[in-house]
């Protein structure tokens, strides 16, 4: 069974210009989360998807993140414009059903270098 | 509010020597969850172990062991018998049992560094 997949792995883009990232969950889960860490900080939650709905942004930034899952599969997170401070390891992760217990599981990151 | 701490930012063994990683969390939830994730050089964030905050049985997995303890809220991950391939990133998370799915909160990470 394939794991959560990210892409790209690495992007390195200029200031003022748009980055759009992918995650392809786990198939059949039903929840996705984006996480990102930033240079010397933790990890943190950016939001949170029930099939196509978002259930938590409480974590996106600023309105220069969107983030989209339609048709309840893959999901997408646009960052426009990006700026320096967006620079860091962008996470998508997923989980079965609805039990808040269930284990959540990542991919491998989406780099992020914002120059 | 929730908060994961790993006070160790970074630890360097020897092989073979016993190595243990320290976590302790804050919530006001009676019911929670706690994580381990490992994160090799590769990048990915690998699940280990997910504990209940009604289970407080000790659990061991081959190598790794975890001690969960509620009286001073912490939840420790010892490797045995280190190994180089253990050098990572450890991640302890936390998570509210709470509505659909969940959101986990990230201690900084414990990097560890085993030498041969």
């Known amino acids: 069974e394939a794991g959560v997949t990210q892409f790209p792995s690495h992007s390195v883009i200029e200031k003022g210009q748009t980055v759009t990232l992918r995650c392809d969950p786990i198939s059949g889960h039903d929840n996705l989360y984006w996480y990102r860490r930033v240079m010397g900080k933790e990890i943190k939650f950016l939001l949170h998807?029930?099939?196509?709905?978002?259930?938590?942004e409480s974590g996106m930034p600023n309105n220069r993140f969107l983030a989209e899952r339609t048709g309840g599969t893959y999901s997408t997170l646009k960052v426009q414009p990006a700026e320096l401070e967006d620079s860091g390891v962008y996470f998508c992760?997923?989980?079965?059903?609805?039990?808040?217990?269930?284990?959540?599981?990542f991919g491998e990151g989406s780099w992020l270098t914002v120059v | 509010a929730q908060k994961v701490t790993q006070a160790q930012t970074e630890i360097s063994v020897v092989e073979k020597e016993d190595v243990t990683l320290d976590c302790v969390y804050e919530t006001r939830d009676t019911t929670y969850y706690l994580f381990w994730y490992k994160q090799p050089p590769s990048g990915e964030l690998v699940f280990l172990i997910r504990?209940?905050?009604?289970d407080e049985q000790n659990e061991i997995s081959g190598r790794y062991s975890w001690n969960f303890q509620k009286s001073t809220s912490s939840f420790n991950f010892t490797i045995t018998a280190s190994q180089v391939v253990d050098s990572a990133v450890y991640f302890c998370a936390l998570s509210e049992a709470w509505g659909y799915g969940n959101k986990l909160v990230f201690g900084a990470g414990t990097i560890l560094r085993v030498k041969s």
């Open positions: 998807f029930v099939k196509e709905s978002k259930q938590d």
């Open positions: 992760a997923s989980s079965p059903g609805q039990y808040s217990g269930n284990t959540i599981y």
């Open positions: 504990r209940n905050s009604f």
